[in-house]
């Protein structure tokens, strides 16, 4: 089955009582069992839910797992997948994740004795060198936040397996449609469903994937227990949103290509970040382990003033955090996303005052470059 049909139809039947074609909002916390010990596979809606267990089948089909799990956000998702971990821990992770899973990590789980080391992964070598003993997890996005640096699938998967680490893709720039990480080997692969998924900037979900069928229990154990399920009706959400991913994908992807070309002639541009450009570094990497480069874009204004005025005069820009929804959302990292990644440490990693970060959205590209045209004037 194609990704579109997938998208549409996996997971999904017509429901039983009705013949509804669209899955039901089970609005519901508990099920009334017909005697002890016996009910129809739901008990109790923090274990699952039927809209939720929907969507939790049509995201392992898009990502080639077995199972899947959905919950309230995308941080409470990597926040399950790091209690697969124990006191004492070692983790490995992309130098440019997120802003919030560094939070998580450095400011929030350091206190329970983990330890998270930041490296730049788009040289395994540099992962070689990090490990230590107590090493346990390695932890990447590709491309990563906020600029756009490819790290190499394959080769993070063998070194896992070869040393027993568990491997995690956070998978929420590329999506689903445009790269898969379990077919390289990943063992977990985690998204903020919040973005391109669901797609319409109108609610917040993580969702997670994976085959191993001892790692998926462990962590089913631990989504109970620890709660942070996704509602049934933002899971309702997600899945009307799914249906359109591909078609979505398709136009960020076009789009976004426009735009980085023209962005890449503007003489006032230092730099520009995008995996489909033949100057990025890894273009060839990008190609070989993604299908389209995604619809994420970064630049380099030169300064924070440079920034600021542009930022300011956007007019169909949003100004605005996030990002995959189909309105094109305009964002300043260092200030931003980024605020928690101590000034140095931004610096390092290429997170500069004038780095201005792109959602690209679906609108027709001549307005949106009519408007970073005009934006760009006032620089
Ligand atoms: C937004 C985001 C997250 C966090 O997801 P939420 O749904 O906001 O909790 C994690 N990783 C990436 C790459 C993101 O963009």
Request: proline share 4%; hydrophobic share 40%.
């Amino acid at each position: 089955m194609g990704f579109s049909t997938k998208a549409i139809h996996a997971g999904i039947e017509p429901d039983p009582s009705t013949g509804s074609i669209m899955t039901p909002i089970h609005l519901t916390s508990t099920y009334v069992q017909e005697e002890l010990g016996k009910n129809k596979g739901y008990e109790y809606s923090r274990v699952s839910n039927p809209t939720r267990a929907v969507l939790e089948k049509n995201i392992a089909a898009l990502e080639n797992g077995a199972a899947g799990l959905a919950f309230a956000s995308g941080m409470a998702a990597e926040t399950a997948i790091f209690h697969l971990l124990a006191s004492g821990d070692h983790v490995i992770l992309s130098r440019n994740v997120y802003g919030g899973t560094y939070r998580l990590g450095k400011l929030v789980l350091n206190n329970f004795q983990l330890d998270f080391e930041f490296v730049d992964t788009t040289d395994i070598d540099n992962v070689k060198n990090a490990i230590k003993p107590n090493t346990k997890m390695v932890f990447i996005e590709t491309p990563t936040n906020p600029t756009m640096e490819i790290t190499d699938l394959s080769a993070v998967a063998r070194l896992c397996k070869q040393n027993k680490f568990i491997s995690v893709v956070d998978n929420t720039f590329a999506t689903p449609y445009a790269q898969n990480p379990l077919d390289f080997g990943i063992d977990i692969v985690v998204h903020s469903a919040t973005k391109y998924i669901n797609g319409h900037s109108d609610m917040l979900g993580g969702l997670v994937v994976l085959n191993d069928s001892a790692l998926t229990e462990r962590l089913r154990f631990i989504q109970k227990s620890t709660g942070g399920v996704m509602s049934p009706f933002d899971a309702w959400q997600c899945l009307r949103g799914i249906k359109t991913l591909a078609v979505r994908m398709d136009r960020h992807h076009t789009n976004a290509m426009e735009v980085a070309l023209w962005l890449s002639k503007q003489r006032r541009i230092k730099k520009v970040n995008y995996p489909g450009l033949i100057t990025h570094p890894q273009h060839r990497l990008a190609q070989k382990q993604m299908r389209g480069f995604g619809g994420m874009i970064s630049f380099d204004l030169g300064s924070l003033d440079r920034a600021k005025t542009f930022l300011k005069s956007v007019r169909l820009c949003a100004l605005a955090e996030s990002l995959g929804g189909v309105e094109t959302l305009i964002s300043h990292p260092a200030t931003m996303t980024h605020a928690s990644v101590p000034p140095e440490d931004r610096k390092a990693i290429g997170v500069t005052d004038g780095l201005v970060r792109i959602s690209v959205g679906i609108e027709d590209v001549v307005d949106i470059i009519d408007d970073l045209k005009q934006a760009l004037a006032k620089v």
